[in-house]
């Protein structure tokens, strides 16, 4: 039996606005967008990856809030894994693995090209943003 190996994606929200990566690589994946994350590293909770990964894809100090209900497959043995997080400093910029940035109004979020694991994930997070926004 193959362990489960998890990728946490970050929704990412500031100021009602959802933070949308597009990747540049690979190939496969280059040009879709999805919500910016990576591979738990070992001996990693999901929430220090979270911040990890926003730190080093966008140079932003992030704040994990709470893990979107879900567990969505990619290529084996990877699942993603969804945590809602919010901006507490820096300007995000596309520094590793994506090649443009977006925030996102929540009459927005059909606008970009999500990878297709990433629509029910994406669709969770901002009902959690609609349900805990002032
Ligand atoms: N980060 C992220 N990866 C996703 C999402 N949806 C999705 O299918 N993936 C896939 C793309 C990659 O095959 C894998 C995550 O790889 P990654 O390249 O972001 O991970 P990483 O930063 O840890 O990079 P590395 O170890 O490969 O260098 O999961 C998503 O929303 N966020």
């Known amino acids: 039996m193959t362990t489960v190996r998890v990728v946490v994606g970050a929704a990412l929200f500031d100021g009602g606005r959802l933070l949308a990566a597009r990747r540049s ?20 909770s999901a929430e220090e990856a979270l911040v990890r990964e926003l730190r080093e894809e966008l140079g932003v ?14 290529r084996p043995p990877y699942v993603l894994h969804v945590w809602t997080a919010r901006l507490l400093a820096g300007e995000a ?22 990878l297709d694991q990433d629509r029910p994930a994406v669709a969770l997070a901002a009902g959690l943003l609609r349900r805990t926004a002032p």
């Open 25 to 44: 690589a690979p190939p496969e994946l280059a040009g879709r967008w999805e919500l910016p994350g990576g591979k738990l590293e070992p001996g990693e």
């Open 93 to 114: 910029r596309p520094l590793q693995d994506h090649d443009e940035l977006r925030w996102l109004a929540p009459d927005e979020l059909d606008e970009v090209d999500w």
């Open 61 to 74: 100090e992030a704040e994990p809030l709470e893990r979107v209900a879900g567990e969505w497959p990619l």
